[in-house]
Structures are given as structure tokens and as C-alpha cells.
């Protein structure tokens, strides 16, 4: 288990993704709703619509970070499943099928409105002296507030918003591998780039996570103990 995953849940996921999958059809409807979204009935479609609905918005806002971007992504998700359901194969659940649009749509706006450059992660990296010991870069302020937010639903909220300042080319592997379960191979492919460089940004990505976090997790330790 990855240190996002152990901080956010045993599935790594928002806690609203659990809420979006109750309202998923069923898996021995599946064939059924597959077979009337091919013939193009009405059914198929509103079917689809309202019980993949939650999941494709709860996605879209997690990769867009903008409820508005997502709405829009919410509408260009559902014409492309139903232009492309002639191409679903059954090799994997529909589910998982249209999650995976659901993140090339978001990946296709997050490319047409960013600069095309890697932003650096530096400054949220472990800083040390020149004796090689760490420097404490959380300052009283932040303490403070850290302390107030020891329990687990504002934690898991907060482990969200920190992993939504990592610049995109560093959250977005980790969305894709630590929340969404991608594996590297499937990360480079979907990212454009090689399994090597998501290795990396994963590993800086992680490292910076933890800095983040780091505070709070010693906040919460001395809370346990006392």
C-alpha cells in the first residue's frame, strides 16, 4: 500500500467515489445496458447516464479541480461512450471502461489549457543542513493548524487538497497510480511518456506527499500518545 493509499483508505479512493459506485448497475445487467446502448435505445442511455453518472463527475473533479470544467467533462465522457460503445470488448468491466474515458477526456483538457513544460517540485521536497539533517520548514502557524485537524474525515480531505497543489505532471501519476490503481506500464501509456519517467515522478511525487504531510503526521502521533 501506497503512503496516499494508507492515508486516504484501504482503496486509496475519495470517499464520494464509494458513494458513486452504489448507484452502478449491477454486473449481470451489464451485458443487458451494453447491448441496448449498441442498438441505441433510450433506456440504455439514461441508464447508463444515471448510474454512471456519479463516478464520472466524482473523476472529472478530481483530475480538473473546477466543478464547472467537470460538468463540461461530464457531458464530452458520455458522447464519447456512446459513440465508442461499438469498440467495448467486455475484456474488462464497463465500469472500469468508462472510468478510463472519463481520464483521457480529463487528460485531453488538462493538455489544450497548461503550458506544455515540467513544472519543478523542489520546493516541497525534504530540505536538509549541511551536516545532513532535515530543516523543519513547517512554521508555528501552520502547527497551530495542523492540530485542529487531527480527525480522520478533515485528514483525508486535507491529503486530497495537498495532492492537488503538486504541479500536474506530478499529481497526475499519482492519481493515476496511487488512487486510480494504473500500473506503470499503463501510466506511460495513457501519459504519453516512458514507464522510466513516470517511475521517477512517482518517486518525487511521493517523497513531496510525504514532506507535505509530515507535520501532521507528527502532530498526530504526539496526539495518539498523549
Known amino acids: 500500500m501506497t503512503y496516499a493509499q494508507d492515508l486516504l483508505g484501504a482503496e486509496g479512493k475519495y470517499e464520494h467515489d464509494a458513494d458513486a459506485n452504489k448507484s452502478l448497475a ?13 442498438l441505441g435505445e433510450d433506456f440504455a442511455y ?20 473546477s466543478e464547472a470544467e467537470a460538468a463540461d467533462c461530464f457531458q464530452d465522457t458520455f458522447v464519447a461512450v456512446f459513440q465508442g460503445i461499438g469498440k467495448f470488448e467486455n475484456r474488462s468491466s464497463l465500469r472500469h471502461w468508462v472510468r478510463g474515458i472519463t481520464i483521457k477526456q480529463c487528460l485531453m483538457r488538462l493538455r489544450t489549457s497548461r503550458r506544455r513544460r515540467e513544472d519543478s517540485i523542489d520546493h516541497l521536497l525534504p530540505v536538509f543542513d549541511e551536516h545532513g539533517s532535515r530543516i523543519d ?9 495542523i492540530a485542529e485537524i487531527l480527525d480522520g474525515d478533515r485528514m483525508r480531505q ?17 492519481l493515476l497510480r496511487d488512487i486510480d490503481g494504473y500500473s506503470t506500464r499503463e501510466t506511460a501509456s495513457i501519459l504519453g ?6 517511475k521517477v515522478r512517482l ?24
Open 26 to 38: 449491477p454486473r449481470d445487467a451489464e451485458d443487458q445496458l451494453v447491448e441496448g446502448l449498441r
Open 158 to 174: 486535507v491529503v486530497r487538497e495537498h495532492i492537488g497543489r503538486l504541479p500536474d505532471d506530478y499529481r497526475l501519476v499519482v
Open 203 to 226: 518517486h518525487r511525487a511521493r517523497s513531496a506527499l510525504k514532506e507535505m504531510l509530515q507535520p501532521l503526521m507528527e502532530l498526530e502521533d504526539c496526539h495518539v500518545n498523549l
Open 137 to 145: 520548514t513547517a512554521g508555528p502557524h501552520e502547527r497551530s493548524h
Open 46 to 65: 439514461e441508464t447508463l447516464v444515471r448510474s454512471y453518472g456519479p463516478l464520472v463527475m466524482s473523476v472529472a473533479v478530481r483530475y480538473l479541480k
Open 193 to 198: 511518456t516512458s514507464a522510466g519517467a513516470v
